[in-house]
């Protein structure tokens, strides 16, 4: 750049501030120039940081004076009886407020900060505590208990304990498991003001009293069912499959014709077994019939397995069959008793018609040959009757 360039420029900026110069005091801007400025198209004052007022000429406090003033931006000079950063501290607090007991002494000093001088026996920010149990022994109580002499007064001392401890002097942990909040055989683990439960295998939440479900990883494989237990689980697979986890494919057989009318089969399985059923071997030779094949009832349930009789359906078949015979071997005995009843040896018909003449001739020796007759569709009567009736007529 040419010197003569320069120097034209400087010209003109020196003739632009001139015009600037005029203009502003064209608008009679009265702000202080140093604290601030004129804005150029109000003619209001702009102040600089630290200044205040129309015409930036109050300066700013620092901020939180609460008695005092400034001269400088920033500042807090205390007025008469206030001290302290904040011109907050009243130098004359003792004597308006006496905040000393007991007959203290109240002391304030530079900063305004106040300070009581307790006389024999007392103690504390306004000496209002004798010197009691507390004071003396220096507060025995452990684990962060609380000495209490009832402000010095009590002439014994006591301590009030945290939540988790209690004792004379607070030197016991209250045991949390007291109470055996533990579910399911879990181990209970004291703490201070709590307790947390260690679970055994199945179990979980904060007293062990949820079980875990272990069926939640799906187990059971080829469509199995789970079923959910005390940290363990049982498949109920479906017909051709078996094993823990219903893992195992059972070998095609021949099975056994569908059941008839009223009997139905069960497609599953409990303990991870499969529901199989083993051809019944034909006895028959081609072109045979009508020969009796015997089927034992353990060849049948053997047999047919789970798809049969269940083991609640034979115990039911074993207790009908049971009465059955019971009701026919009942039955049989009462039938039998009443045939010896009228089985009993009757006496001959001479011994029956020569007892009755005998009878007959101790009262009408003739004409007793024609009562004697006996029919013998009626049936005789017995002896003992027929005794009975002789000794009566003899007597």
């Not at 949390?176 to 055994?200: V, Y």
């Not at 019939?289 to 009789?309: C, Y």
Request: glycine share 12%; proline share 7%; charged share 20%.
């Amino acid at each position: 750049m040419s010197p003569r360039f320069s120097y034209t420029l400087l010209s003109w900026v020196s003739f632009l501030l001139l015009i600037h110069k005029c203009t502003a005091q064209e608008t009679n801007c009265t702000c202080y120039q140093d604290n601030g400025r004129c804005d150029d198209v109000t003619g209001e004052c702009r102040c600089d940081p630290g200044w205040a007022g129309p015409r930036c000429a109050d300066c700013v406090r620092t901020p939180g004076c609460v008695h005092g003033s400034c001269h400088q931006p920033w500042q807090c000079t205390c007025d008469a009886g206030w001290t302290g950063r904040f011109c907050d501290k009243d130098i004359h607090f003792c004597a308006k407020q006496q905040p000393c007991r007991n007959g203290a002494t109240c002391v304030t000093d530079e900063f305004g900060e106040y300070s009581c001088l307790c006389p024999a026996g007392f103690h504390g920010r306004n000496c209002e505590f004798k010197a009691g149990p507390c004071y003396n022994k220096r507060s025995p109580c452990k684990n962060g208990g609380l000495c209490e002499d009832d402000g010095g007064y009590a002439p014994e001392l006591s301590c009030r304990c945290l939540a988790g401890f209690t004792g004379l002097r607070c030197e016991t942990n209250v045991d949390d498991c007291l109470l055996l909040p533990c579910g399911n055989g879990a181990t209970c683990l004291d703490g201070i003001n709590r307790f947390s439960c260690l679970c055994p295998a199945g179990f979980t939440g904060r007293f062990c009293t949820v079980n875990l479900d272990d069926c939640a990883g799906q187990p059971c494989l080829n469509g199995g069912r789970c079923l959910d237990g005390i940290n363990s689980f049982h498949c109920l697979c479906p017909q051709g499959f078996t094993g823990r986890t219903c893992e195992v494919l059972l070998p095609d057989k021949e099975t056994v014709e569908s059941p008839g009318p009223g009997r139905s089969t069960f497609g599953w399985s409990g303990g991870g077994g499969g529901n199989q059923s083993r051809p019944i071997p034909n006895t028959h030779p081609q072109g045979t019939t009508g020969q009796l094949v015997k089927i034992s009832l353990k060849e049948v349930v053997t047999q047919q397995g789970p798809a049969g009789l269940s083991e609640e359906q034979l115990v039911i078949l074993l207790v009908l069959g049971g009465m059955t015979l019971a009701v026919v071997a009942l039955t049989a005995g009462f039938v039998l008793r009443g045939r010896c009843r009228d089985c009993q040896t009757p006496p001959t018909t001479a011994r029956l018609q020569a007892s009755c003449r005998a009878a007959q001739d101790l009262q009408h020796p003739a004409p007793a040959e024609q009562e004697c007759k006996i029919s013998f569709l009626q049936p005789p009567p017995s002896i003992e009757l027929v005794k009975k009736k002789l000794n009566t007529e003899v007597i």
